[in-house]
């Protein structure tokens, strides 16, 4: 029961409670979960996903384009909710195409990237009119086809594998050796193949990394990222319209960490606006997040069916667990598994009566979605929360692994 010298998570103000029921979306989450009609279920709040994206946009210059990379979340309904509040759309699949097309997103705010696209998602890609973000010197000829056989331009950024690394990224997917991307030593050479191939080059997509809580290294990635753009705006076969400068911006998860400081980073970018202005008159500016737009607006519900005694620890065993919320059982990339912010979510007003341990049906060790934490006392039927759920929650998990029902979601 010792938890004094544990670090606690930074309380969470998102969503507001009443008569001890968490709402979402103004609804009483047990009343929710009656209308949902099932445990386990993702809840994403409408009203959070809009005021976090006008919360940015008040934050960053005026003129900076903010896209919404959609692996972090591709429901279809998010994502046309989405479409609405921002102004692109970044894909990785032809998949993810068809629900950002469907949602209703302007085919010339969409761009695509991706190692490894299949010959027909490039054809798809010029069909569709979007802007690819090139990986390999092997997508130049497939889209040239594509374009002929078309009868269409294939648009097209270069992603470039930076020279550098995002410091303190929780995943880094730029700088050393990379499958993304082209190495920037490597550009000059692409750019020359996309002159002589006839594609409409537009301009570059830079992405470090992920996951980051750090504002200095966000703005140094930034701004390295756009003076490599420069140097390559030399060996452009066109102006540069499209200047993607990545994104990154992390969500506290864990206990101690502290929301990201974004006033670093809008000067920042106010200073790059002003520069591009000047040296890259025709370019657009561009950053594209997942988590950071999406992640703190999503809950992961499920139910206590289960309380037992394990030699002094106790289990709240769940509906739910890794199958639907891998991250939160901590295998998603964690070095070290830490709890995401969990409470029971039918009593918000309770106070914690002791540790107990959150796990779930599998038959794995690893099931596990809160290791003794501090919780009220909760009993069968009771819901469990796991917060910071609405990015790399559903579709990022083993759903078939053990064959439980799925999880269902829904946008309130
Ligand atoms: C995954 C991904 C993103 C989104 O990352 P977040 O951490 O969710 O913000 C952005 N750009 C590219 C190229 C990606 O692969």
Redesign the pocket.
Known sequence: MSSSTKPVHTPLTQFATADGQLLVGGLPLARLAERVGQTPFYAYDRALLAARAQALRATLPPGLKIHY?M??NPMPALVAHMAGLVDGI?V?SAGELKVALDAGANPQDISF??PGKRDAELHQAVAAGILV?VESFREIPVLAAAAQRLGLPARVAV?VNPDFELKAS??K?GGGPKQ?GVDAEQVPALLAEIAGAGLSFEGF?L?AG??NLKAEAIVEAQRKSFELALRLAEHAPAPVRFLNL?????IPYFPGEQALDLAPIADNLAQISAQAAAQLPQAELVI??????V?EAGIYVCRVVDRKVSRGQTYLVTDGGLHHHLAASGNFGQVIRKNYPVAVGNRMDAAAAGEASVVGPLCTPLDVLADRMSLPAAEIGDLVVVFQSG??GFTASPERFLGHPAAVEVLV
């Open positions: 990379a692996k972090a970044d990785a990237a991706g973000n992603r929780g995943m997917m993304f997509h992405f992920s996951q990545g994104g990154g911006f992390g594209e997040l997942g988590r950071y737009l992640g990015a790399y």
